[in-house]
């Protein structure tokens, strides 16, 4: 793909994902296909937090004085809030900021709910649309001011080391939640720099879309006791002592709808992991007159087979050439085609075709195939995820040589670097390289002989350098 962007925003279009046009900068509407595709994402999502969360609705505004309580949060998101401050004509009181997510939504009434021990631990989700004045250049669904599917939760323990537990169960989900995807990530502890504002520290997913820029993709915070202090959200422990909560948050947005069109798509179009694609297959009859009745009638009776074993299933019985069913299934990126005409019906068989690796291959039309379906989707989602993965792996280098780093950069390359941890360092490294730092990936042994790309001194970790979003 040579012009990605290019190709994102015609895909967005030509696929029927989402209209751009909305006269609001950073804001678009959801069109039928890709609502579809947000469904089934969201579906798949609240089905890995149901397992232990519960799901809660917040209002969307939330008033400026609990907006404006933790000092460094609302420092970090000041320049980013939109304000309601008038009731038909009459300005009101208070203002009111749009949620450029939940926090001071939420915890407000956490310190009402939380009362003792036994009421803890307690793990909420919820999914909204928030607000965020973004200044830098807006992109459909990977940087919009209108962020309509933000999944965010919220959980509080007892103790620090049952919450930092809890980040780690939460990187753990996400991890499950891209597998299922065939989303590829690395995972970065940001530096300090570069932390939610208001978090003790922030766990990030980053991707790579096919420009060679990586995509924070989701995050996971230690609040750690910061918003508990702030917000006045204490329980009685079982000595009937008052202590301060621990807390997290965790979070994901239209980004995942942007990765999985981006990272996987090419140039005849999407191409859909199953999970999320609104039909799994597409029967295209190939219809003559004659035999046209007899053809349909058992299309539709393998639809009902399909469908009763869970499988989505659309026929494409429009009067139009096969050769332009076929194009138009390639671009909607449904995961299997299969053709039935006359002479299969005679012989018994159909031709099944993969749109992951466009390859075509004859099935009996017997009581298996159903489970010979099964296999196939199940295989692509592998198939999918381990291309996706060995993309991501194969751009991933080391480099020992600063002066190198913005060559690699600029040929799609993740650059891993030694560093001894320092934000000064830190800091100059992007300084003189010209790029972002997403974060620590590993912690070097203590018996390392790495030395820090910048200051020479003793490394303490390896970290990422990349061209972000
Ligand atoms: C939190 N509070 O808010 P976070 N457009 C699209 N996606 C975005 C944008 C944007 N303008 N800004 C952020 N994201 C915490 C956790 C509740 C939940 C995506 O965290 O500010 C990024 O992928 O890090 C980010 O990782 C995620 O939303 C969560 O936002």
Known sequence: MENFSEWFHDILDKGNIIDSRYPIKGMSVWLP??????????????????????????PLLVPEDELAKEGIHVKGFEEEVYWVTKGGNKELNKKLALRPTSETAIYPMFSLWIRSHIDLPLKYYQIVNTFRYETKHTRPLIRVREISTFKEAHTAH?????????????????????????????????PEWDKFPGADYTMAFDTLLPDGKTLQIGTVHNLDQTFAKTFDITFENENGEHEYIYQSCYGLSDRIIASIIGIHGNEK????????????????????????????????SIKKELESAGIRVDIDDRDIRPGKKFYDWELKGTPLRLEIGPKDLENNKTFITRRDNLEKNEYPLDDNLIENIKEIISQITKDMSSKAFKDLKDAIVYCENIEKIPELIKNKKIVVFSWDGKNSSGEA?????????????????ENSNDKCIYSGEKAKYLALIAKTY
Do not use: N
């Open 33 to 58: 296909y890709g609502f579809q595709i947000r469904r089934y994402t969201l579906e798949l999502l609240k089905e890995l937090f149901d397992r232990d969360h519960e799901e809660v609705l917040f």
């Open 158 to 190: 007892a103790t620090k080391e049952e919450c930092k537990k809890q980040v780690e169960k939460a990187v753990e989900l996400y991890k499950e939640f891209f597998d299922y995807l065939g989303i590829p990530y690395i995972l970065s502890k940001r």
């Open 269 to 300: 179009g999407l191409v859909l992991p199953p999970v999320v694609s609104p039909k799994h297959v597409t029967i295209i009859p190939i219809l003559f007159k004659d035999t046209r009745e007899k053809v349909l009638e058992r299309c539709e």
């Open 429 to 445: 490294i992007e300084e003189e390289t010209g790029y972002d730092i997403l974060g620590i990936h590993k912690e070097l042994d």
